[in-house]
């Protein structure tokens, strides 16, 4: 069975950190890229991190730039979205994505989410 379950959020005061885990499990991850996307109250959902299958690539949201860092470690079927300076604009539920990559054809799965609140 495909799994893809993030933990890690919470609430934090403006100007802290947070770090995001997505642990996979149902298949093979080498194939994959793997992003994080965010979704707040009243907004469309939005890339925030991605990061290529063999994990030498990432590209971010000009918004999250110098702040946040993708990581994943496949032999820990495992993806990180360290979150740094953190801002009330960052609140909202963050999900992580594994994308085939040749074609979500062959397979596209989202985590279920997990809330991240900035508020002092």
């Known amino acids: 069975q495909v799994q893809l379950v993030e933990s890690g959020g919470g609430l934090v005061q403006p100007g802290g950190s947070l770090t995001l885990s997505c642990a996979a499990s149902?298949?093979?991850?080498?194939?994959?890229?793997w992003s994080w996307y965010r979704q707040a109250p009243g907004k469309e959902r939005e890339l925030v991190a991605g990061i290529a299958n063999a994990g030498g690539s990432t590209n971010y949201a000009d918004s999250v730039k110098g702040r946040f860092t993708i990581s994943r470690d496949n032999a820990k079927n495992t993806m990180y979205l360290q979150m740094n300076s953190l801002k009330p604009e960052d609140t909202a539920v963050y999900y992580c994505n594994a994308r085939h990559r040749f074609s979500t054809l062959l397979g596209n799965y989202w985590g279920q989410g997990t809330q991240v609140t900035v508020s002092s």
């Open positions: 149902g298949f093979t991850l080498n194939n994959y890229a």
